[in-house]
């Protein structure tokens, strides 16, 4: 139990790295001295992306604690593991889709193509709207076939784990509303570039997360 957990987080540690590093062409959170002498934006662009950094590592702390208590809790007598509804897998599709819309988004921003940021924007926050409404019918599938929150353990891990997961995207649809918004209102590509590029690391660190989270109610 324990090497599967380390072994997850290694990964995690790796994708995440992984995707910092694909998503920046430099290192942002490096600032030069030329550009702190012109002006504070290349200080605010690292400020951003060291708090991202910071987030993302947080948020990977709290989701391999879950696992942990997860894993532990799951060898009690009193397990009884939940009916995973098929519609999740169709929801992970979906939010595969979702980041993989992000990428070509940010492809978009980082090559000046403005014309695409509209449609990018819109297809990856709709689709991320999509996983979010699969998710809450699946609860309701659940719901309605017994596995009520307080009836057993494993039901409990499963609403909560989900849900701490879906707060997460709502938290990461806030920065979509404010990049679409911008765009909408005619911003240049150059000036939402920066929260798109931010936006998309979020959105496959929150894919990874589902993954790992989604193969592991599939394993119980």
């Known amino acids: 139990m324990y090497i599967t957990l380390i072994f997850l987080g290694i990964i995690m540690a790796t994708v995440i790295g992984w995707l910092l590093r694909q998503s920046f062409n430099t290192q942002p959170w490096v600032p030069s001295p030329e550009d702190d002498a012109v002006s504070g934006t290349s200080l605010s662009s690292n400020t951003k992306a060291v ?15 879950f696992i942990s208590a997860y894993t532990i809790r799951m060898e009690e007598p009193d397990w ?10 169709l929801n992970t599709v979906v939010l595969i889709f979702a980041s993989i819309a992000y990428h070509w988004t940010r492809n978009a921003a980082v090559a000046g193509r403005e014309d695409r940021l509209k449609p990018g924007l819109i297809a990856s926050g ?12 699946a609860w309701q599938q659940l719901n309605a076939a017994g596995y009520k929150l307080d009836s057993n353990v494993a039901n409990a891990f499963f609403y909560l784990l989900t849900a701490v997961h879906g707060l997460h995207m709502l938290g990461g649809l806030w920065v979509w509303a404010r990049s679409t918004m911008k765009v909408w209102t005619g911003a240049a590509a150059d000036s939402v570039r920066l929260s798109i590029e931010l936006c998309t690391v979020y959105w496959h660190f929150l894919l990874l997360v589902w993954i790992v989270l989604f193969g592991m109610l599939l394993s119980t």
């Open 51 to 65: 708090a991202l950094t910071i987030f993302l590592a947080v948020a990977t702390s709290v989701f391999a604690l």
């Open 80 to 89: 009884r593991p939940v009916s995973e509804p098929v519609l999740l897998w």
């Open 126 to 137: 709709a689709l991320t709207f999509l996983f979010l409404l699969g998710q809450v019918v």
